[in-house]
């Protein structure tokens, strides 16, 4: 916010210190001082002066990536982020894990607003952003902020920032196109500021398609950006914006080592429909080969996020931020299934337990649906912070406040004979019971409400060498479940289940500067994570007790930076005691349910660099070492409800590569510019027992561009050509489904992890130019 | 009266200019202290929104798109920022070392900047020097603040930064004379000011002063901010 000079007020101050102190005073000048200067990192770091570990992917960095990234793909080469994207342009989501915490333990927030789901903290990144319209990705790889708005953040969080309106009128128009039918159309209108200087607005929309690189089927998505700012002067300002999403994706099929070391990477779904059977009365139909089509299987969803600020300077020393945000989702996850005539309802719930359901007469049939997860959630909240100065102290005090109400049904929705779902937003054609009643997998309503109290006190010593900070958070957060009667044992009557879970979680930080370059940084912090909303639901709430805890994690980071203009260096050691892990665990009843299945410890080091190698040259690189060790036995229970306890403690940790590396250079100079990156992973473990792991891997990215000259109203105009995955390295990227067990054990049954393969070779062209 | 009412800092000011101009003529004394800096009629031009622009509450109007990282700014007297921060100011208008009162009131309503070309002299040109190394080294150890609420805020703004300074360089006090009205902005100016390693003074500059006082505007440019 710039300050307003006027000519009174200048006259006021600058004459009342000469008046008091009558001595003269020697003018040094002016120093000029830019946010997130680009040289010394290509992009990927700044000359960070957090008291804990930080970093940060700037726009700088996310414009040389595909237009449409998703926001893990942004932060991928982030020492500590083990990253991947279902397929190269981000449109399908990814997986994310740090320091072995998994992305639906680390918090994240846009704008500041939090986006994980409300019930489980899952985090969906292809549904929030687009790339071009943010400033910044910011990650905190083990000690969650303060002020951040999570419950559900124990490994720390995830901050992306949108950028402010331009100064000037701008008309963008940007248009990708690739492999895979890859279209991507994006215009921004921006306003310029008006009202005498004080209002600025943009708005966007980009509509992206593309084919999925192996099998069959699309991703669609539809996005809108929007915001305004307004300065009220004297430091304050209002903003509001607004971020929405439509998208209508088919899902890509998980994989096992043996589908994958069998039909390689290309494996899908199948990609021909062989067709509805034919109803005959008096004979079983079984539709149970067709439920692998790639058509039934699909990702509606639609969202939005309403932020708004008003950041108020109240005087010199105070302000005060009130930010209410709203946030609605609505969509679903749905695949291909049968449902058995004979038996496919709770005769409790829906009457009785066998229908017709393909108008054959008989109930002797599998019928072929599309069972679909559905969720529902509005969300309203605000963040309420005051700030103040007194002497050397910086004091805060915050109040979070949200109440989500989270409706999750699961019905089956009738499918066309060409096999795809007669209605994806699940509106009509649902099946319904014998007694009328649609049918449903589960059905609940949880209202969590969610709140916060924090303090911070960042103190100033030993003429600012010293920072430090300490601070406390008091989140909690009170479930209350609703279970409507619905298809799943345990469930089949109407019932309401109230939990609270609240923690208190100190933070300490300290930075010490050594010298006009160097600093060295320390900050423990506690996290908390409350269970997730389903664990209401699980079978059997009455009788078998379970004390369920929050997961909670002590962070330890000891780090030191190095800044210059052409050299910006960034170590920190870290420990991790992560307590209360919760887990599926088999019930001796033979019901799976979720129990804190023990502690994880964590430690190693993260280390960035970035360089100026030259005048238009940017280095970046970074290395991470994890050593992620369960300590803790795992106890379950086998088929035979027969307990049995695995000798896991000792044992690394599922997805926590030990090593990983991450490597960027950028040149920029006159009309081109263009970079490589690269990320090598170390091998990973997709079992607790370490009996099953995928190799490391190496991939490269590739980017390069020209910038054209104005050409009558056309200024700014770019072309950018992105290759990904250069190489073409073949390797198995996400692990999406990890297991306790790959092999057999004293009567353990073994359990078959899922993969994503990582996506090949893809090239794609992009022209941007305003007008 | 519309005239009147655009140009009401205008004409709100003058009164009030000339009793503060009063007030120094009253206050300033020979005296053994230095007297006020005659160099302060820059410093009012250098912070006054342009003529042209009144009665805006808002940033000026922005630049042409030829500078798309520039912020809307008063134009100032100097010659435009060079990307890496250094300013160069043209040469302070001489200042006598010994004191003396000021020529003329220090205050005066704003006016089109007039820099004093140097003189030939050995003092304005030890000053210059020792200030330019200063301005050196407060470019290479300035910072940008971070953390979250940096990053949620991205505040832009100048301040005005005073500080103390003995003879041996050392940093006897410091503090915001002018607030950029950012709690972010003031505090990561201060500290740029105090972590950073002064040099001494010259002998001959400043001779028989213990301290001396100084003031440096540190100015914080976000794009789009």
């Known amino acids: 916010m710039q300050f307003v000079r006027k000519p009174l007020f200048i006259a006021v101050t600058l004459a009342l210190p000469s008046l008091v102190l009558a001595q003269g005073s020697t003018a040094i000048g002016q120093i000029t001082v830019e946010g997130q200067p680009v040289a010394a990192g290509a992009g990927l770091m700044i000359q960070e002066e957090a008291p804990k570990a930080r970093s940060t992917a700037t726009q700088a960095h996310l414009s040389t990536q595909m237009p449409t990234a998703s926001p893990y793909q942004g932060i991928r080469l982030l020492p500590g982020v083990n990253a991947h994207s279902t397929d190269a342009t981000g449109l399908f989501g990814g997986s994310l894990t740090v320091r072995g915490f998994n992305s639906d333990q680390m918090g994240f927030t846009i704008d500041g607003a939090p986006v994980n789901d409300s019930g489980n903290y899952a985090v969906y990144p292809q549904e929030y952003v687009d790339l071009e319209n943010l400033e910044e990705i910011f990650i905190t790889q083990g000690a969650t902020d303060l002020d951040a708005p999570h419950v559900g953040a124990v490994g720390g969080n995830i901050g992306i920032i949108s950028s402010n309106p331009t100064d000037q009128r701008r008309f963008r128009l940007a248009q990708t196109l690739g492999d895979k039918g890859l279209s991507r159309t994006f215009v921004r209108a921006d306003s310029g500021r008006f009202n005498e200087n004080a209002t600025r607005l943009y708005a966007s929309y980009s509509k992206s398609m593309v084919d999925k690189w192996r099998g069959e089927g699309e991703a669609d998505r539809d996005h809108v950006d929007a915001k305004i700012v307004h300065d009220l002067g004297r430091g304050s300002r209002l903003s509001a914006g607004v971020v929405y999403n439509f998208a209508e994706n088919n899902f890509y099929r998980n994989i096992t080592k043996a589908q994958y070391a069998a039909n390689g990477r290309s494996y899908d779904y199948d990609t021909v429909f062989g067709g509805r059977v034919t109803p005959v009365a008096g004979t079983a139909q079984n539709e149970s080969s067709l439920t692998n089509y790639y058509n039934l299987q699909w990702n509606p969803f639609e969202n939005y996020i309403a932020t708004f600020k008003a950041n108020l300077q109240l005087d010199d020393k105070t302000r005060l931020d009130i930010e209410p945000y709203y946030w609605y989702g609505d969509g679903s996850g749905g695949f291909g299934t049968t449902l058995n005539e004979a038996n496919a309802f709770n005769a409790g719930v829906y009457g009785a337990a066998a229908k017709d359901l393909n108008g054959d007469g008989d109930t002797l049939d599998r019928v072929l649906f599309w069972r679909t997860s559905y969720t529902h959630t509005t969300r309203p909240g605000i963040n309420l912070k005051l700030t103040h100065l007194l002497g050397n102290h910086k004091l805060a005090a915050g109040l979070w406040y949200e109440r989500a109400e989270h409706r999750q049904t699961q019905p089956f929705v009738a499918v066309g004979a060409d096999g795809k779902p007669l209605d994806l937003w699940a509106g009509s054609h649902l099946v319904t019971g014998p007694n009328g009643k649609v049918l449903q997998g589960r059905d609940q309503l949880t209202i969590s409400t969610g709140y916060q109290l924090y303090l911070e006190d960042q103190i100033s010593l030993l003429a600012d060498r010293l920072n430090l900070s300490v601070g406390v958070r008091l989140p909690a957060i009170e479930r209350d479940g609703k279970n409507y009667a619905n298809n799943t044992a345990g469930n089949t009557t109407d019932y309401s289940v109230a939990k609270t879970y609240r923690d208190t979680l100190p933070q300490a930080g300290m930075r010490y500067r050594l010298s006009d370059t160097s600093s060295v940084f320390a900050n423990v912090a506690k996290n908390f994570r409350a269970p997730q909303n389903f664990v209401l639901y699980e079978a059997n709430q009455a009788g078998r007790s379970r004390n369920l805890e929050a997961e909670t994690s002590t962070n330890l980071d000891v780090g030191f930076r190095h800044q210059s203009d052409k050299l910006n260096l960034s170590g920190t050691i870290y420990w991790v005691d992560f307590q209360n892990r919760m887990a599926q665990v088999r019930d001796p009843d033979g019901t799976s349910r979720n129990y804190n299945a023990g502690d994880v410890r964590t430690k190693g080091f993260e280390l960035e660099a970035g360089a100026k190698v030259a005048a238009s040259w940017g280095l970046y690189g970074s290395l991470s070492y994890t050593d992620a060790k369960q300590k803790s036995n795992f106890t379950t229970a086998t088929s035979a409800n027969v307990p049995v306890t695995l000798p896991t403690s000792g044992k690394i940790f599922v997805d926590s590569p030990k090593w990983m590396a991450g490597l960027a250079l950028r040149y920029d100079a006159g009309p081109w510019f263009g970079g490589v990156q690269a990320k090598f992973s170390d091998k990973r473990y997709a079992t607790l027992m370490n009996d099953e792991e995928i190799d490391g891997y190496v991939t490269v990215d590739a980017n390069l561009g020209y910038r054209l000259a104005h050409v009558g109203m056309m200024k700014n105009a770019r072309i950018q050509l992105n290759v990904l995955n250069l190489l073409d390295e073949k390797y198995l990227a996400q692990i999406t489904s990890t297991r306790v067990n790959a092999v057999a054990y004293n009567g353990l049954a073994a359990g078959v992890p899922n993969y994503a393969p990582g996506a090949a070779r893809f090239t794609s062209l992009t022209f941007t130019a305003d007008f | ?225």
């Open chain 2, 1 to 225: 009266m519309n005239t009147i009412y655009r140009h009401r800092d205008g004409f709100a000011s003058g009164p009030a200019l000339l009793m503060l101009a009063g007030l120094q003529v009253l206050v300033a004394r020979p005296s053994h202290m230095p007297s006020p800096p005659s160099q302060e009629p820059i410093e009012i031009v250098l912070m006054a929104p342009p003529a042209e622009a009144p009665s805006p509450p808002r940033p000026p109007e922005p630049k042409p798109i030829a500078q798309p990282t520039a912020r809307p700014r008063p134009a100032i007297a100097a010659p435009t920022t060079a990307p890496a921060g250094e300013v160069n100011l043209p040469a302070p208008a001489p200042r006598q070392a010994t004191e003396t009162p000021p020529a003329e009131p220090p205050l005066t309503p704003p006016s089109p900047p007039a820099p004093q070309p140097p003189r030939a002299n050995p003092a304005a040109e030890l000053e210059a020097a020792y200030v330019t190394r200063v301005r050196q080294m407060l470019n290479a150890i300035k910072r940008y603040p971070t953390g979250r609420e940096a990053s949620l805020l991205r505040p832009s703004g100048s301040v005005r930064v005073w500080l103390l300074l003995d003879r041996n360089g050392q940093l006897l006090d410091r503090g915001v004379e002018t607030s950029s009205q950012s709690l972010l902005l003031d505090n990561a100016a201060l500290r740029t000011v105090s972590v950073g390693s002064y040099p001494p003074f010259p002998a001959e500059l400043w001779a028989g002063q213990a301290q001396r006082r100084f003031h440096v505007d540190i100015d914080f440019v976000v794009p789009n901010g």
